[in-house]
Nanobody, 116 residues
Framework: QVQLVESGGGLVQAGGSLRLSCAAS?????????????VGWYRQAPGKQRELVAV???????NYADDVKGRFTISRDNAKNTVDLQMNSLKSEDTAVYYC?????WGQGTQVTVSS
């Protein structure tokens, strides 16, 4: 199975930016599956359900939740087995633990805190 590790979270002021990265590791089969499957970034704020933020397909096609469109950009580098989430113009309501997901596998999450 693939292992996913998120990084890049932290504390930032409203209006600022962060770049999250999801790095995949595993055997050849699991990494091949990572490269050909869609990968999503999700987030979960305290007391709320986990929600999809953005997803990128094998060919790089991206889709976004309405409230992050125009502010977040998801991208993948299959040579490095990574999927990044560039987050700009951050708002306090973006505060959450951010997770990446590939197939049915999740990373451990990275905390993003936006101070107003």
């Amino acid at each position: 199975q693939v292992q996913l590790v998120e990084s890049g979270g932290g504390l930032v002021q409203a209006g600022g930016s962060l770049r999250l990265s999801c790095a995949a590791s595993g055997n050849i089969l699991s990494l091949t599956l990572f490269r050909i499957n869609s990968v999503g970034w999700y987030r979960q704020a305290p007391g709320k359900q986990r929600e999809l933020v953005a997803v990128v397909s094998r060919d790089g096609t991206a889709n976004y939740a309405d409230d992050v469109k125009g502010r977040f950009t998801i991208s993948r580098d299959n040579a490095k087995n990574t999927v990044d989430l560039q987050m700009n113009s951050l708002k306090s309501e973006d505060t959450a633990v951010y997770y990446c997901k590939s197939e049915n596998y999740w990373g451990q999450g990275t905390q993003v805190t936006v101070s107003s």
